[in-house]
């Protein structure tokens, strides 16, 4: 929980930064731990993040999943900054989307998904509709 985010991390932060830029982020849910925050910090620019969810850094993929769903409608754009494996769970629960061996997709330090989902989607119904992938990196 402790850990700082290496030379690579810091390095990986800052050219998401530069991608995800033009995002407008309703609300921010992230992990507690330093280098989650570190990540936030350095890609989103004068966030207005002030709550940190222990579920994120501890909890399972479905805690997760209810965090979500649990995120009032007025909000059209969410960010998740976790952990691993549970990130990596949690989309695969939410695309069920296998890479081209027929395995789980896994996500490395630093890698981002953007998911669109229909404008009329809930998101305490999110686990029932099919997202549309918009960028994986």
Not at 36 to 59: A, E, M, P, V
């Amino acid at each position: 929980n402790s850990r700082k985010l290496n030379a690579h991390g810091i390095k990986q932060a800052k050219q998401n930064s530069k991608l995800l830029k033009d995002i407008n982020f309703d609300i921010i849910l992230c992990s507690p731990s330093k280098r989650t925050r570190q990540t936030l910090d350095l890609t989103i620019n004068n966030h207005n993040c002030d709550k940190f969810y222990d579920i994120i850094y501890s909890g399972s993929t479905r805690q997760i999943l209810e965090l979500i769903t649990l995120q009032d409608d007025k909000y059209s754009n969410i960010l998740l900054i976790g952990h691993n494996p549970c990130i990596s769970e949690l989309y695969n629960n939410l695309v069920n989307k296998l890479d081209i061996d027929g395995q789980n997709i896994y996500f490395h330090s630093g890698q981002f998904i953007i998911m669109t989902y229909n404008n009329d989607v809930q998101w305490s119904k999110i686990d029932l509709t099919t997202p549309r992938i918009e960028k994986i990196k």
